[in-house]
């Protein structure tokens, strides 16, 4: 969960416009990687490593 984020992890922010196809074409490449993804309050997106 997004209380725990730790070291190593990614956290993404957009500055005023980016386009949705690509940030969910960047989200998406990410996850692809390993990493579950999370929208916060904050704005941010957050990628934590998928435990295994």
């Known amino acids: 969960m ?3 984020i730790e070291k190593g992890n990614i956290k993404l922010t957009v500055f005023r416009v980016f386009p949705y196809k690509e940030l969910r074409k960047v989200c998406d490449t ?3 990687l390993g990493y579950d993804c999370d929208f916060v309050d904050n ?3 957050v990628f ?3 435990k295994e």
């Open 2 to 4: 997004v209380e725990n």
């Open 30 to 32: 990410i996850c692809e």
């Open 43 to 45: 704005g941010n997106i």
């Open 48 to 50: 934590q490593k998928k």
